[in-house]
């Protein structure tokens, strides 16, 4: 339709409406929608009556609320009468409409908005006239436009079909009552940095879905939620650059009722109770800490770090000179886990969704990983004299313990262990400040045991003396590394299919080849090694490419991560188990063999016909990374536990057993058989 | 390599990763999003062009109905006639990815442009691949934008302030961007500087 044909259109439009009620009708249509009143067949007298205009809309198309969200609009209705007195549009609550990349709010299906009316004093009759006009869209939009009137007699007694006014009731029910009869109450609302502002309510019971009245303050966007208690934080994204307002208003819905809050003013600062703030975040700091300190036993840290204090034993260098050597690697160490936390930062402010061990899902950096660890392992066997030179490196100049520092996080990553889950889970949604201070505090954590060592002479002293063992305990701890290696392949086998292990492997092959000729054939031999080695890596890294099919569950009884499938078992009351997990996340996989697939805990499943679901974040997926965040977390593993008809699911410890499985179904309480590992 | 080159080799997927994920936006009071746009005669406009200038930026769709109101009615060309007489730059864009609603090949695009007697300074900026609109986190059409001479956005939101598919309601509407370029070149301050972009969703 070109421009012109369409400005024919309205000239036609406002030519109807000059004719005053001539082409008026008792209904009005469109494309995809046709218009109708709910209206009694009489009014009473004085008495005051509640009806509306009903919007037939084609199944897949929508038509809005009074903030239509990202883009769309909301109907208009513009009235005149005969001196009846008229309300305000009332607005059932609406529904949250993901459209490409934006969201609108309005309804699923059919919808009717209601206004009250009342007769005028002494008529024998009522009449209105509205000029209408709406905008309904599926993808593309089409904007409508009607004339209605309404005649009905009064009399002493309304008359309604019955039919219409069930509809009539049906509706009502959604629109949204006073604010202060609602079962939740407004703590405060906030300003959270530029882009944000949060809402937090009290209350008990399931959270609300929170829809904001003014669409130039905030966008539709789903607000991300956090509960606490009976305390709930929901944090809306601001449209770019609006200026506060000095108040603004929410509707609030169960999903079967709705209740309205129009002037919340905001307060100047959050208004937690800065004490409970304080504690919290004083305990996640610490829980970050330990968590660290953790990390130096994981089997991917433990003998870099090994080596690297004997070398420090070795050397028998001053106090001064081995406290050095301390600080270097904390700053190494503490600068490597500041740098991850501004990048999550960044990330979380891009709206990319993301959480701990997301370089592990970068096919480069695994393989670049592998390489590492092979080269490490190859140098702790004692095959070749690079790993000397890696290690004096790490062992004699400062710049080596700083990357030794740096190195540890890098080999760390993959270990999320006790106590980390709830401080990088907090560190996701808290404010940049906090989230950061988090990360530092692992840093610290992490590098705490080393300094401690290498500041102390007294524990250094009460290390075994330097000898030959420690070439032996070297070869040893060569092992562990090959064991990461394969590890590895295996994540870059999950990430890129069949073809990872092939490109790994053949690079590794490469590699040692390379060293071969390097050794074996003085100075050319250096130069072919070098040629060989580089071509390797650059064709290896080249031929980085995601495979075409989806990876499957091995057929089992676990099921993909799919909501839709969650909710309608949960409404139907069944017991559902999600295990959020990850190739890379190697604490996930020992439960998952040790526990979750063994054959007494898949029989307790089976017999209780619970739905297995199984979350996989090997690579990016926002749905599981919003899920997660749903439940506070943003990293792996997490074990979340729905019993049949609960509302809300519990969580299991990061470290499973199976005796915390079988509570489940006995009733006992699985926080006391375990210690938590949430502060 | 020694172990420098490889924590260099672990950091740099990590650290190219972040502006691939990040989605931005033009908000008002920061530094507008750099782009580069080949026009629909073939001549490439880039926010550095237009250092030192005013520029308006226009979100385009010739079948959304909002557009259809503001180019209908003579409007937006009639905006566009006035601020570009005053020296200000005033870019549209199409957005709409090959096969969405709106795309245009550039032939195509010139006849719009001529069709609709657009008196931007530019014919249509072809953006099939959405990088300016994601760029500057254009929602809607017509989505407009306002960069100051110093590169800073002043305003970013909806044209005006009723979101009516009905053209017989401009007369009575508040024009933002009208007000925000009055206010600007007047040397006072913008009253509005942001408000929610109505229209059609962009097709990306």
């Known amino acids: 339709m070109s421009v012109f044909k369409w400005v024919a259109r309205y000239i036609l439009f406002a030519l109807s409406i000059a004719a005053g009620g001539a082409f008026a009708q008792d209904s009005a249509s469109g494309d995809h929608v046709r218009v109708r009143w709910l209206a009694p067949d009489s009014f009473a007298v004085g008495e005051t009556e509640t009806i509306g205009f009903y919007f037939e809309v084609d199944p897949g198309w929508h038509v809005y609320w009074r903030n239509a969200g990202d883009s769309g609009a909301a109907p208009r209705f513009d009235f005149s009468s005969d001196g009846a007195g008229i309300g305000e549009i009332q607005w059932p609550f609406p529904t949250r409409l993901p459209i490409e990349h934006l969201t609108n709010l309005g309804y699923e299906g059919n919808v009717a908005y209601l206004f009250d009316v009342t007769p005028a004093a002494g008529a024998e009759k009522l009449s209105l006239n509205v000029n209408l006009e709406w905008l309904v869209c599926k993808i593309d939009c089409i904007p409508g436009f009607g004339t209605m009137s309404l005649e009905r007699p009064v009399g002493t007694a309304g008359r309604w079909n019955g039919g219409d006014r069930a509809l009539r009731d049906q509706f009502a029910q959604r629109i949204p009552r006073p604010g202060s009869a609602s079962p939740w109450r407004t703590v405060s609302l906030s300003e959270s940095g530029a882009e944000k502002v949060r809402l937090t309510l009290e209350g008990s019971g399931e959270s609300p879905r929170v829809f904001p009245l003014d669409g130039n303050l905030l966008t539709a966007t789903q607000p991300a939620l956090r509960t606490d208690g009976d305390r709930m934080d929901y944090t809306f994204a601001r449209v770019p650059g609006a200026p506060r307002s000095a108040a603004t208003g929410f509707v609030l819905t169960d999903g079967e009722r709705a209740w309205q809050f129009d002037e919340i003013p905001f307060t100047a600062a959050p208004v937690a109770p800065p004490e409970v703030e304080n504690t919290a975040l004083w305990w996640l700091l610490l829980a970050a800490f330990a968590g660290g300190v953790i990390l130096n036993l994981m089997p991917c840290v433990f003998p870099v770090l090994s080596i690297k204090l004997f070398g420090l034993v070795d050397r028998g260098a001053a106090v001064h000179g081995r406290l050095r050597e301390g600080l270097m690697y904390s700053a190494g160490s503490i600068a490597t886990f500041a740098a991850l936390g501004a990048l999550l930062l960044a990330l979380r402010a891009g709206g990319a969704a993301v959480g701990w061990g997301f370089q592990l899902q970068s096919a480069p950096v695994v393989l670049a990983l592998v390489l590492l660890f092979w080269l490490m392992a190859l140098s702790f066997s004692g095959v070749f004299e690079f790993g000397h030179r890696l290690m004096n490196l790490a062992g004699s100049s400062r710049g080596g313990s700083f990357a030794t520092g740096v190195l540890a996080v890098f080999v760390a990553a993959p270990c999320t262990g006790p106590f980390m889950g709830a401080a990088l889970g907090a560190a996701a949604v808290l404010p940049a400040a906090s989230a950061m201070a988090i990360f530092l505090g692992l840093g610290a954590g992490l590098a705490a045991p080393f300094l401690l060592l290498s500041a102390s002479p007294v524990l250094l002293e009460r290390l075994p003396a330097p000898g030959p063992w420690m070439e032996t305990l070297r070869q040893l701890l060569a092992f562990p590394l090959y064991a990461t290696v394969i590890w590895l392949l295996w994540v870059l086998g999950r990430l890129l299919g069949d073809s990872g292990w092939l490109i790994g492997t053949l690079l590794l092959l490469a590699v040692v080849f390379a060293l071969w000729l390097g050794r074996s054939f003085a100075r050319w031999g250096r130069a072919a090694g070098y040629l060989v080695a580089v071509a390797a890596l650059i064709t290896a890294f080249g031929a980085l490419r995601a495979p075409d099919e989806d990876r499957q569950l091995a057929g089992s009884a676990w099921q993909p991560y799919d909501k839709a499938i969650i909710d309608r078992a949960r409404a139907g009351g069944r017991a559902v188990f999600i295990d959020y997990t990850a190739a890379w996340c190697i604490t996930c996989q020992v439960n998952k063999k040790l526990v979750l697939e063994s054959q007494s805990v898949m029989e307790l499943f089976q017999s209780h016909d619970v739905l297995l679901v199984r979350a996989d974040w090997t690579e990016r997926d926002p749905e599981i990374t919003g899920a997660l965040a749903e439940l506070g977390r943003n990293s792996v593993p997490v074990y979340a536990w729905y019993p049949p008809g609960a509302e809300k699911p519990e969580l299991l410890p990061q470290i499973l057993q199976e005796r915390m499985i079988a509570a489940l179904f006995s009733g006992e309480n699985i926080l006391q058989l375990t210690e938590d590992d949430t502060p | ?204």
């Open chain 2, 1 to 204: 390599m020694n172990g420098k080159q490889l924590i260099r080799s672990l950091l740099l997927p990590l650290v190219m990763a972040v502006p691939a994920l990040a989605f931005a936006a033009a908000v008002p009071g920061e530094k507008a999003p750099a782009f580069s746009e080949a026009d629909a005669a073939g001549k490439t406009h880039a926010l550095s062009d237009y250092a030192g200038q005013w520029l308006v930026i226009e979100w385009f769709n010739k079948d959304c109905p909002y557009v259809r109101k503001h180019y209908g009615s003579g409007n937006m060309q009639a905006l566009q006639d006035k601020y570009t007489g005053r020296d200000i730059n005033w870019l549209t864009v199409i957005s709409s990815a090959k096969g969405k609603q709106g795309y245009l090949e550039p032939a195509q695009a010139l006849k719009v442009a001529e069709s609709h007697k657009l008196n931007a300074s530019a014919p249509f900026l072809l953006d099939a691949d959405g990088s300016m609109g994601r760029a500057y986190g254009a929602k809607t059409t017509p989505h407009m934008f306002i960069i100051n001479p110093e590169g800073v956005v002043v305003y970013a939101g909806a044209i005006d302030d009723n979101d009516s598919a009905n053209p017989a309601v401009i007369p009575d509407s508040k024009n933002y961007v009208a007000a925000a370029l009055d206010a600007s070149l007047g040397g006072e301050v913008i009253a509005v500087a942001s408000s929610r972009a109505y229209g059609c969703s962009v097709k990306y």
